[in-house]
């Protein structure tokens, strides 16, 4: 099961005794136990029913004896173990309950940024016997497709051009992104769209002066547009540091170094998905292969450790970190 048919079931009331959240991607974990402690009981409920630990501080006997006790004045209680992961030496303690839980007990294990060794006894008993989910990163290329998903579920639309916009500055953390979403949705009106000019007023990322238009101009070797961005961001350094955009830089040129040196240049979605892109911005990247012949692409990369060194003090004595900006696009666009 993933994550929206886990939430779904819990919405509807389809509970099961034990939930076994594992995974890297600590949104959809946080998604599903925020939801059976805020929501599974009522308020006057809770104040016996409901009962956290934290997997560092916690005795598995204790939390057992807990799990195994009746509700009161309730039909059900919700046991929620924070931090799971801290207890993987002493999880074989829970098989008897994993095999023979307690019906009226909703127990959730919430194990963060690892999963189970599936070799080992002990995970088999979970994966038969809870709602097993692991929750995998979401993919670079993959991002863009999700954000347009929960703009729907806030009734707005986007394009895909502003949702990459925003996958590429707000990157792959989700509670991040949400947050900006739920922001959004508050101040537009159902319906309405998270345009370019709305980006740049309620979430301070320029329509015009941003990384992604960096990119255009690199990629269709707009040299004007370029050096005009970098001039942008030379006055805006804090929003604008350097790192990140050379960090930004080495991934899109990474990225368009496999798409000159693929062997899957006739499936564009096989392409696609070697590069860790959208789809959708496929054919940009196509235009840099080429713009920049494969002796030229193994040449920036280069420049891009050079100045990632110099932005450190290595063989820099002077120069800010604009003008290396600008020395860097001198030599990439020549």
């Known amino acids: 099961m993933n994550h929206q048919e886990i939430l779904s079931d819990l919405k509807q009331k389809k509970l099961q005794p034990i939930y076994f959240l594992e995974g890297e991607e600590t949104y959809f974990i946080d998604k599903i136990s925020d939801y059976i402690e805020d929501h599974l009981l009522e308020d006057h409920e809770k104040d016996f029913n409901h009962t956290i630990f934290y997997g560092k501080d916690s005795d598995p006997n204790q939390i057992i004896e807990t799990c195994k006790r009746f509700p009161m004045m309730s039909d059900k ?94 990157g792959n953390d989700l509670s991040k992104i949400e947050n900006e979403l739920a922001k959004l949705a508050m101040i537009l009106k159902p319906g309405g769209e998270i345009s370019s000019h709305a980006i740049e007023e309620h979430i301070g990322i320029s329509k015009d002066f941003n990384v992604f238009e960096l990119q255009n101009a690199i990629s269709s070797k707009n040299h004007e547009a370029a050096y005009k961005i970098a001039h942008y961001f030379g006055k805006n350094e804090k929003a604008h ?50 713009h920049y012949s494969p002796t030229k692409l193994v040449k920036i990369v280069k420049y891009m450790k050079e100045y990632d060194l110099k932005s450190k003090g290595v063989n820099n004595t002077s120069a800010s970190h604009n003008d290396l900006l600008k020395e860097l696009l001198f030599k990439i666009l020549n």
Do not use: M
């Not at 007990?105 to 692991?134: E, P, W």
């Not at 540091?241 to 991934?251: A, D």
């Not at 368009?256 to 392409?271: I, P, T, Y």
């Open 77 to 170: 209680q919700v046991v929620i173990v924070k931090e799971a992961q801290h207890l993987i030496k002493v999880l074989d303690q829970f098989e008897n309950y994993f095999k023979q839980p307690q019906p009226s007990t909703i127990l959730v294990f919430c194990y963060k940024y690892k999963t189970l060794d599936k070799r080992k006894a002990i995970s088999k008993v979970i994966a038969k016997n809870s709602v097993y989910f692991t929750a995998s990163k979401i993919k670079d290329y993959q991002l863009s497709a999700w954000i347009e998903n929960q703009v729907k579920s806030h009734q707005l639309r986007i394009e895909g051009r502003n949702a990459s916009l925003l996958a590429e500055y707000l």
């Open 241 to 290: 540091p350097f790192v990140l955009t050379l960090g930004f830089l080495f991934s899109y040129f990474s990225k368009v170094s496999v798409v000159a040196f693929s062997k899957n240049k006739g499936n564009d979605n096989a392409l696609a998905k070697e590069a860790g892109i959208s789809p959708y911005f496929l054919k940009d990247y196509k235009l840099a292969a080429r």
